[in-house]
């Protein structure tokens, strides 16, 4: 069991806007702003996407977006293309014993 | 560019030892955070380690805690994990990846390496 809860699957069609979400608790996603995504696609080391809740690395598409309420941070991608099929995790750390935490991940489908 | 190349995979029996390295290159290593992260086969990313840019702080996951040992030679511009009694839930793709430079506060990893496999079997 993970220590941030994400869907394990979620789909949509080109051109849709989908929504991941990343369920943590108060001492680590609720303490402060470091949230981060990534995307990894088959046989390859994933990518940062989305940093401290809602920016965005020099190169990554503006159709990723990230948001945070509360315990909760999310993942949007609108405008979906064939090569956003990808897994994608969620990251951040605990502020109690200082570690890294990443969600189980979440499979996104473009049908 | 950032590189970062990993080393030092293979299969090991249990209970035995297996030493990663990873060589950087592209920016001023000595400057950096850096990281572990694994991957076991078919399954999420797990946080392994973190080692501050001078060595001054050292964080493990409870999981390989004690067994685990982090470090880095900024002179090398390298990063090392030594792992001791290994077992078969260890087995996974290690990933060497970039914190963040060492006056910021944050926690993401933005570089990553391709990764090595460690196999834990008989």
């Known amino acids: 069991q993970s220590a941030l809860t994400q869907p394990a699957s979620v789909s949509g069609s080109p051109g849709q806007s989908i929504t991941i979400s990343c369920s943590g608790t108060?001492?680590?996603?609720?303490?402060?702003?470091?949230v981060s995504w990534y995307q990894q696609h088959p046989g390859k080391a994933p990518k940062l996407m989305i940093y401290?809740?809602?920016y965005r690395p020099s190169g990554v598409s503006s159709r990723f977006s990230g948001s945070k309420s509360g315990n909760t941070a999310s993942l949007t991608i609108s405008g979906l293309q064939a090569e956003d099929e990808a897994d994608y995790y969620c990251?951040?750390?605990?502020?109690?014993?200082?570690?890294?935490?990443f969600g189980g991940g979440t499979k996104l489908t473009v049908l | 560019e950032v590189q970062l190349v990993e080393s030092g995979g293979g299969l090991v029996q249990p209970g035995g030892s297996l030493r990663l390295s990873c060589v950087a290159s592209?920016?001023?290593?000595?400057?950096?955070?850096m990281n572990w992260v694994r991957q076991a086969p078919g399954k999420g990313l797990e946080w392994v380690a973190y080692?501050?840019?001078?060595?001054?702080?050292?964080y493990y996951a409870d999981s390989v805690k004690g067994r685990f040992t982090i470090s880095r030679d900024n002179a090398e511009n390298s990063l090392y994990l030594q792992m001791n009694s290994l077992r078969a839930e260890d087995t996974a793709v290690y990933y060497c990846?970039?914190?963040?430079?060492?006056?910021?506060?944050?926690?993401?990893?933005?570089?990553w390496g391709q990764g090595t496999l460690v196999a834990v079997s008989t």
């Open positions: 990846t970039r914190g963040l430079i060492r006056y910021k506060s944050g926690w993401h990893f933005d570089s």
């Open positions: 990251s951040s750390h605990t502020t109690s014993s200082t570690r890294g935490l």
């Open positions: 401290d809740v809602s």
């Open positions: 108060s001492g680590d996603i609720g303490v402060d702003n470091y």
């Open positions: 592209g920016f001023t290593f000595y400057d950096y955070n």
């Open positions: 080692i501050a840019s001078w060595s001054t702080t050292i």
